[in-house]
């Protein structure tokens, strides 16, 4: 044997990215919580089907009225449960996943062993943003299919009643939803971008979610202080009233757009600063 030659040495060999993707998605898929969290998500718009279903069909003058607009316009239940559930519920999903996906794995001590693998830190926190963002995009449209047939089971379903007063046929009215869809996923991942900043600076999964919920109460407080109007602009829960736009006929995107970009810049915050704490992070 030549001087210098080692054999039998280990070498440090990386997983395909596509096999860390899916078993990232295992991992979050086999836990019991995603199952019933995800269960109980189809609940919202079945709620909130049942709830109008009887206010439309009860008496007195709220309930004919009522009935009149709902009426054949069940597929704009969606949107309105996305929209119901956008101030507290998605976000607090989001912070849920982005806790475990972190903080989650700190507190079991799995953490330390991922981080001494031979995966970059960097790929590391992909990885998780990837899970995160891909279960916030499932969760958003199972509220989505679930809504929409409710909506076309109690209250029938050709078309859409904008809030212009037009009516979308079938097809631009499953477009508008799968645009909601989008655009509620955008605003959750900045919300779950945030938590995950959090999540990689402790090890306790209850103060991400204590932390990311009190920050969206917080700014949803600040919003209403007409004092505060140049802070406005800068916090994503007031950019949340803009996307009732995506019920208008012809769709405005001034403030689609803007409430995109806003979100995209918490996305890019957040992950930054995760990943500049995960890069100095040694246990």
Known sequence: MSAGVVTGAPVATRAPLGRQLRSELRWIVRRPRTVIGLASLCLVPVLAGVGLWFAADGEGPAGPGLAAIIDGNGLVLPVFTLFLALPLLLPLVGAIWAADG????????????????????????????????????????????????????????GGMLTLSGSTLPLGAALGRIALTV?????????????ALAI?????????????????????AVLGVFQSL???????????????????????????????????????????????????????
Not at 182 to 194: D, F
């Open 102 to 157: 972190l903080a989650g794995e700190a507190q079991h001590g799995t953490l330390r062993g991922l981080m001494i693998a031979p995966v970059g830190r960097l790929r590391l926190l992909g990885i998780k943003a990837f899970g995160v963002a891909t279960m916030t995009l499932a969760a958003v449209t199972l509220i989505a299919v679930v809504g929409a047939v409710v909506g076309v089971v109690l209250f029938g379903g």
């Open 229 to 283: 109007d140049w802070l406005h602009p800068y916090l994503i829960t007031s950019a949340w009233e803009g996307l009732v736009d995506v019920m208008r006929d012809p769709l405005p995107t001034g403030e689609l757009w803007r409430s995109t970009a806003l979100a995209g810049c918490y996305v890019v915050i957040g992950l930054s600063l995760a990943a500049m704490r995960l890069a100095t992070k040694d246990n």
């Open 182 to 194: 989008l655009l509620v996923t955008v605003q959750v991942w900045g919300v779950a971008a945030i």
């Open 199 to 219: 999540s990689a600076c402790t090890e306790h999964p209850l103060v991400v979610m204590a932390a990311t919920m009190a920050g969206v109460i917080v700014f």
